[in-house]
């Protein structure tokens, strides 16, 4: 059964840094990108980047690119997003996805990161 | 890149048919059949609904169809359901290696 297990919630000060883990038992974990996206409160969907875990190659969205890294654990099936110089517009949920086809397939629960002095 | 033009509300009755479209350009939408779409209800997580702009995931309804002319992507529900009503928002690869999503279109069953 194809799950997607992420971090629990976060509260950080402005100009620090988070790091996420989402942990992807119950497939072939090197088999499939992950996405990472975020929903502000009340917003939408944004794309954040996507990381092969197979090889470790990266794309990130230009707004982000400078401030987000994605590695990837292949003895623990788990891969990280970390976001860094965090501003208030950063508080949101963070959610990690399979990618399969060109879609984003099974989601993990989200996780909230929130920024606040 | 700029997020995928979806109207903001869309709206009907049960038993109606209602279409939402995902307009882009000839960089994502118009480019590719990396079209899918999401439904989220109110505090829970995105579900695939459509990938690849037409093909259903097994245990999507039949009822969710979906469709691309040029660079405007939609997604078709037929026999609307109160069940139905949530935020639908598309997504679409783009030529620069990236992903895309819609500003979201919230869904009302009167």
């Known amino acids: 059964q194809v799950q997607l297990v992420q971090s629990g919630a976060e509260v950080k000060k402005p100009g620090a840094s988070v790091k996420l883990s989402c942990k992807a038992p119950g497939y072939t974990f090197t088999g499939h990108h992950i996405h990472w996206v975020r929903q502000a409160p009340g917003q939408g969907l944004e794309w954040v980047g996507i990381?092969?875990?197979?090889?470790?190659?990266?794309t990130y969205v230009r707004d982000f690119q400078g401030r987000v890294t994605m590695t990837r654990d292949t003895s623990s099936s788990t891969v990280y997003m970390e976001l860094r110089s965090l501003r208030s517009e950063d508080t949101a949920v963070y959610y990690c996805?399979?990618?399969?086809?060109?879609?984003?397939?099974?989601w993990g629960q989200g996780t909230l990161v929130t920024v606040s002095s | 890149q700029s997020a995928l033009t979806q109207p903001a509300f869309v709206s009907g009755s049960p038993g109606q048919s209602i279409t939402i479209s995902c307009t882009g350009t000839?960089?994502?939408?118009?480019?590719?059949?990396?079209v899918s779409w999401y439904q989220q209800h109110p505090g829970e997580t995105p579900k695939l609904m459509i990938s690849?702009?037409?093909n259903r995931p097994s245990g999507v309804s039949n009822r969710f169809s979906g469709s691309k002319s040029g660079n405007t992507a939609s997604l078709t529900i037929s026999g609307l359901q109160v069940e139905d009503e949530a935020d639908y928002y598309c997504s679409s690869y783009t030529s620069i290696s990236t992903w895309v999503f819609g500003g979201g279109t919230k869904l009302t069953v009167l």
């Open positions: 990381i092969n875990p197979n090889g470790d190659s990266t």
């Open positions: 690849e702009v037409t």
């Open positions: 996805a399979r990618a399969h086809s060109g879609s984003l397939d099974y």
């Open positions: 000839s960089s994502d939408v118009g480019a590719y059949n990396y």
